[in-house]
Structure formats: C-alpha cells, structure tokens
C-alpha cells in the first residue's frame, strides 16, 4: 500500500495525477516519484490504474523517464498524438540552438543532458561579453517557445529559462538561487524525434541533424 502524505494524497495518487496531466518524470525532475517507480509493483499498480483510461506508464532513456502513454490508438488518440509530434517539429530548431548556445556559453565538449547545472548568473556573464552568442540569444528568445520581447540579455535569459522549466526541461531547485537543473526530458526529445522519424517518416531526425549542422560555427 502506498504511504499518505501530507495533503492525505497517497503516492500512487500523486503520481497517477502527475503522468495524466501530461508531466515527465526522472530523477531530477520528481526524486521520490522516480525511485517509486524503480519499483516493479509500484510500476505494476500504476498501470493497472491508468489501463482503465486507455493509458499505461511508458519509459525512454533506458528507464531514466517515465510518462503516460495511450494504450490502444483510435481516430481520437491519433488526432491528439498528431498535434504532439507538430509540437515538437515546431520546438526542434528552438531547443536545439538553444542546448548549442549553452553548450557554448559554457566551454562544454559533450551536449546538456540531466543532471547537469546551469547558473543563468554565469551564462549572462559570457553572453554579454560575446557578440555573437549575445546575437544568437536575440533570435533564440524571439522564437514562439520563448517569446521574449526583451532588448536586453538578462530579461531574454530569465524568459528563455521560464519557459523551459514550464516546459519540464528544466528545474529550479532552489528558488533563492539562479541554478538550474536539466531534466531527462531533454534527453528524451532527441529519441522522440528519432521514433517519429522511424514511424511515420516526417524527417525530424534529419532536421535535427541539419540544425545541429547550422549551427556548427559557434562550437
């Protein structure tokens, strides 16, 4: 049986809530939801609960993220999954230049993944100081994921970094600091790109690679 908490909510509610509101979760982004779910039985009960509603617990990057997944594809579920991949077709160029710039910014040989910290205080001190990566965040932040309407590179940052924590690819463990913690998502986006590509042939994989490829004179 699941503990209660708090709020009298056991995990298993808390989590059930979670995977259907749409939420991915790894360590980073949920600690105690991800080591209850390392559990075979707690896996085991939650997809109990969600097969009732058409759903069951999935998991990408070698069991490192968890998420709600649908079970059987009807015209409904087909429509909803359709307007998923536009989603992320339309937030590939955005993330991916956006991961480079970081990557830049912050004199790393190998790309952003979980776990890894970024300190906006630091990433603002090297973009100021750097033309072009200050040019590149201008048109990174204007993009519709972003939406920044500042002029200047503190207000671009801290939208640009808004943004990807409400988009769960990032987290803010402690509000008083300005660090911020890449979640699995960011991992897992680059494999939801490539099971697109294989399953329904829209070329994401390719269009990744070409945006990598654009951006290739900043690395």
Same mark, same amino acid.
């Given at each position: 049986?699941?503990?209660?908490?708090?709020?009298?909510?056991?995990?298993?509610?808390?989590?059930?809530?979670?995977?259907?509101?749409?939420?991915?979760?790894?360590?980073?982004?949920?600690?105690?939801?991800?080591?209850?779910?390392?559990?075979?039985?707690?896996?085991?009960?939650?997809?109990?609960?969600?097969?009732?509603?058409?759903?069951?617990?999935?998991?990408?990057?070698?069991?490192?993220?968890?998420?709600?997944?649908?079970?059987?594809?009807?015209?409904?579920?087909?429509?909803?999954?359709?307007?998923?991949?536009?989603? +992320?077709?339309?937030?590939?160029?955005?993330?991916? %230049?956006?991961?480079? #710039?970081?990557? =830049?910014? &912050?004199?790393? !040989?190998?790309?952003?993944?979980?776990?890894?910290?970024?300190?906006?205080?630091?990433?603002?001190?090297?973009?100021?100081?750097?033309?072009?990566?200050?040019?590149?965040?201008?048109?990174?932040?204007?993009?519709?994921?972003?939406?920044?309407?500042?002029?200047?590179?503190?207000?671009?940052?801290?939208?640009?970094?808004?943004?990807?924590?409400?988009?769960?690819?990032?987290?803010?463990?402690?509000?008083?600091?300005?660090?911020?913690?890449?979640?699995?998502?960011?991992?897992? +986006?680059?494999?939801?790109?490539?099971?697109?590509? %294989?399953?329904?042939? #829209?070329?994401? =994989?390719? &269009?990744?690679? !070409?945006?990598?490829?654009?951006?290739?004179?900043?690395?």
């Amino acid at each position: 049986m699941s503990k209660l908490s708090a709020t009298g909510m056991s995990e298993t509610g808390r989590i059930l809530e979670a995977l259907l509101s749409g939420q991915f979760i790894c360590q980073v982004s949920d600690e105690d939801g991800f080591h209850f779910l390392a559990e075979q039985a707690n896996r085991e009960r939650i997809d109990s609960h969600l097969h009732v509603l058409n759903r069951r617990l999935a998991s990408a990057c070698e069991g490192e993220l968890y998420f709600c997944a649908y079970r059987e594809l009807g015209d409904n579920e087909h429509k909803v999954i359709s307007q998923q991949f536009s989603e +992320i077709a339309g937030s590939l160029l955005p993330l991916t %230049e956006w991961l480079i #710039l970081s990557q =830049e910014a &912050q004199g790393q !040989d190998s790309p952003i993944s979980a776990g890894v910290a970024l300190r906006l205080s630091e990433l603002q001190t090297v973009v100021e100081d750097t033309p072009a990566l200050r040019e590149q965040l201008a048109k990174i932040s204007q993009y519709k994921l972003f939406g920044s309407t500042s002029s200047q590179v503190d207000g671009q940052l801290k939208q640009v970094f808004k943004r990807l924590c409400e988009q769960g690819y990032l987290v803010r463990p402690n509000q008083e600091k300005q660090i911020y913690i890449a979640t699995a998502k960011v991992d897992y +986006i680059f494999e939801v790109i490539s099971f697109i590509d %294989e399953a329904e042939g #829209l070329g994401l =994989e390719q &269009q990744a690679m !070409d945006a990598i490829g654009q951006q290739e004179p900043l690395l």
